[in-house]
């Protein structure tokens, strides 16, 4: 199944990335069309004070998946900015997984001290459309001394279910839920009951619950324990971060924001804008790539997402990678060694 891919460079090291992502996805010949909607940064926003427009939603929602760079400029202190980019694509195209898998690619690039304790092979299902970031809330008397300041956090039974079955379906071994119910009760109580009713199609699966701090601590202690952990949008946020981390760092860390009803996608890596290396061709372009290999098996194309990745993993193994994962290659470079290994 091939389609059409509505491609946001965005702000910072986003446009290389997007490059080198594009260059391995021509190098596949797979048949994709794209719509570069290259317009769509800080620049634009800095100018106009707009994000994204009507017209660029409109190509987007003509695409069949969404292939992001980065957004985020240090000469852009509006957050509307950011929301205007991710949340709106997330939100209209009701977007409500968030899938960040985490894998050990390399024993090299784990930070933690005993071996048979760093093969992190996870995944964290994020709940992506509700919690506190959906921005209901308000201030009172604001830069007063009496200041008050009010963020809900909103979670449903139809939007909490739905992630919940979706993290039961892709779990091989088992499945972990966190929240903080003994200080959350109302949010908390509503993510147990569904969790306990959403279980009950899912008999062969280990069902476990953790408070979210305790949930840090045992991913720091034994990250092979996991295998799909659920969350909501605020906790799920932190310990995607945290897993990327115990996988070898932000660099390589992939993401898809999913609809699996409607087959809808956002496809992109976790680093950010980075900057600070802005422009310098030594951005790790493996993000993307694996963010693409998740694209891929989005769009039934598992077969070629499996040799993205072992490609992937081959290249970081012989050192054939960006100066962050230890390697002496470009941006442009490394991404070549990908194909290479793919031809």
Known sequence: MSGSIAVIPGDGIGPEVVEAGLFLLGAMGLGFSVDILD????????????????????????ATCVLLGAVGDPRVGDPAYARGVLLRLRSELDLYVNHRPAVLLDDRLSPLRDPARRAIDCVVVRENTEGIYVGSGGTLRHSSPHEVSVDNDISTRFGVSRVLRYAFSVARRSVCMVDKANAIPFGGGLWQRCYAEEAAAYPDLERTHLYVDAAAMKLVHDPTAFDVIVTNNLFGDVLSDLTAQLAGGLGMAASANLNPETGKGLFEPVHGSAPDIAGRNVANPFGIVLSIALMLDHLGHTVEAEAVRVAVRSAVRSGRCTPDLGGDLSTKDAVVSVVAELH
């Open 39 to 62: 317009h769509v940064n800080a620049e634009r926003f800095l100018a106009t004070g707009v994000s994204m427009s009507d017209d660029d939603m409109a190509r987007v929602h003509a």
